[in-house]
Each structure stands twice: as C-alpha cells, then as structure tokens.
T-cell receptor, first 113, second 111 residues
Framework: EAGVVQSPRYKIIEKKQPVAFWCNPISGHNTLYWYRQNLGQGPELLIRYENEEAVDDSQLPKDRFSAERLKGVDSTLKIQPAELGDSAVYLC???????????FGPGTRLTVT | TQLLEQSPQFLSIQEGENLTVYCNSSSVFSSLQWYRQEPGEGPVLLVTVVTGGEVKKLKRLTFQFGDARKDSSLHITAAQPGDTGLYLCAGDSGGYQKVTFGTGTKLQVIP
C-alpha cells in the first residue's frame, strides 16, 4: 500500500510570494489533515477534512492560508502572500474512518526569505 | 485548548541505558498515540493505547496509559542509536475528532 505522498519536498520563496503544497492520502482514507511543524516541536493542526468537507479549520490563518479537497481525495494547501514566520515543515496526514491512527507524509519544508 | 506536555524536552544518553518519557495533560483522552519522527521525515506511528491503565510492549519499548486517561509514559530499555529521534504523543479527544500533539521529546542515543 502506498503511503501519503506530498510535493514538493522543499520550497524556498521570497516573502510576499505565493506557494502551494500538494498531498495525496492513502487510498480509502476519508480523513485528511494539514499540520505545521516548527523545528523540534509537535505538529499543530491547520485544517481537517472529512471527505471534501473542512470540519475543523479553526487554526487556519484564513487571511493568507487556504485549502481545498475538491473530490475528497487529494488536497492543496496555499499560502498567499507568504511571510517570514511561515517557514516551517508542512505535514499532511490521513486516517481511515473508524480508526485512531494517522499516517503522515514526509512533509514539505518551506523556507521564506 | 487541550495541552499535552512532554518531559523531558531533550534527552541525551549512552547506548544501553534506560529512559522514560512522560506525556501529561489535564484533559481526558479517548485514545493516545505515540510517534517517532526522524529528521526530514513525517512522524511514524508506534502504538495506540485506548484503555485506562493499558500497557503495551513493542520490543524494547513499553507504553502505558494512565488510569484516568490523562497521561502516558514511554519506557525504552537498553537504548540503541537507532532509537534516536523526536518522540511525540498525541491525544484524541473522542469521536475520532480533534487530535492534539505533545510538545515533543528529542532523544539522542550516543554509541
């Protein structure tokens, strides 16, 4: 079974530029999460999808961040415009309905200069 | 906001030593997971504990869920360099809904 796929793995952009991250979850996993992780710290939830519906986006900075999961499978997270403080690793995870365990992708390391 | 505090934050030990990592909260969780994360990778699930007082063993790793389901511990026996990484606990508040991650414990095992 293929794991969670994320791209790109690394991204360096200048502040005020837009950036987008893509995630393809494990097949059959209805729940998809986007997290932000700073170095040496635990992941912080940005948004959670149940199929195509965003059911928890309370931590998403909506003035500059947006996300979509149009067909309930893969998802895109966008930042526009990026700020220096957005430098972090952005992780995607998925979970099968009825289970506890989340499976993570390798993450996208974003550096904003 | 539910908080999960992990201690210690950093741990550097010699190969062969034992160690315990703690994960504490004032909130009750329906389940708790432990993950290990290596540099440049996403967290990898080690175990899920569900029942208060539950103990699970995974080779040299022993996980315990507190009786009140507010805390958990991870004990590693005879640590090896391959155990090096960031250990994260994550609590599920129920209904498979909000998952809160702990602050992390960075472990270094020196050969």
């Amino acid at each position: 079974e293929a794991g969670v796929v994320q791209s790109p793995r690394y991204k360096i952009i200048e502040k005020k530029q837009p950036v987008a991250f893509w995630c393809n979850p494990i097949s059959g996993h209805n729940t998809l999460y986007w997290y932000r992780q700073n170095l040496g710290q635990g992941p912080e939830l940005l948004i959670r999808y149940e199929n195509e519906e965003a059911v928890d986006d309370s931590q998403l900075p909506k003035d500059r961040f947006s996300a979509e999961r149009l067909k309930g499978v893969d998802s895109t997270l966008k930042i526009q415009p990026a700020e220096l403080g957005d430098s972090a690793v952005y992780l995607c995870a998925s979970r099968r309905t009825g289970t506890y365990e989340q499976y993570f992708g390798p993450g996208t390391r974003l550096t904003v200069t | 906001t539910q908080l999960l505090e992990q201690s210690p934050q950093f741990l550097s030990i010699q190969e062969g030593e034992n160690l315990t990592v703690y994960c504490n909260s004032s909130s009750v969780f329906s389940s708790l997971q432990w993950y290990r994360q290596e540099p440049g990778e996403g967290p990898v699930l080690l175990v899920t504990v569900v029942t208060g007082g539950e103990v699970k063993k995974l080779k040299r790793l022993t996980f315990q869920f507190g009786d009140a389901r507010k805390d958990s511990s991870l004990h590693i026996t005879a640590a090896q360099p391959g155990d090096t990484g960031l250990y994260l606990c994550a609590g599920d508040s129920g209904g498979y809904q909000k998952v809160t991650f702990g602050t992390g414990t960075k472990l270094q095992v020196i050969p």
